[in-house]
């Protein structure tokens, strides 16, 4: 075992705090948006601009929920002492990759997979 467990647990636990934290901030900037911004005074243009605007806040809060819930999977994994070896296919995942990415709980040829398939 070269991962250092206890290591990767506090970056694991600090790293979800963040995205907690992120996910957050963007549902308070949201409720912001609405009391700066009067219904029936904008231009249409402004009001498209103002829907794309929560578009990507809305996905930037999903990709912060999915995050948190791949973090719990690896924190999971190190309870079990599965953490670092593939999901999917058992193999070993490289530490590059765990240091990259330490949610990681697929090897990179199974993660393109999952995303592109
Ligand atoms: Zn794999």
Request: aromatic fraction near 2%; include cysteine; charge should be negative.
């Amino acid at each position: 075992m070269t991962i250092d467990l206890v290591t990767r647990r506090t970056e694991l636990v600090e790293l979800r705090e963040r995205m907690l934290n992120a996910a957050a901030d963007l549902v308070a900037d949201d409720v912001g948006g609405e009391i700066n911004s009067p219904a029936g005074d904008q231009h249409i243009a402004d009001h498209a601009t103002d829907l794309v605007d929560r578009e990507l806040d809305h996905s930037l809060g999903e990709n912060a929920e999915n995050v948190v819930a791949e973090i719990d999977a690896a924190l999971a994994r190190i309870d079990e002492g599965t953490y670092g070896v593939c999901a999917k296919c058992g193999a070993s995942i490289p530490e590059e990759r765990l240091d990259a990415v330490p949610y990681a709980i697929l090897c990179l040829d199974d993660k393109r997979l999952q995303e592109h398939g």
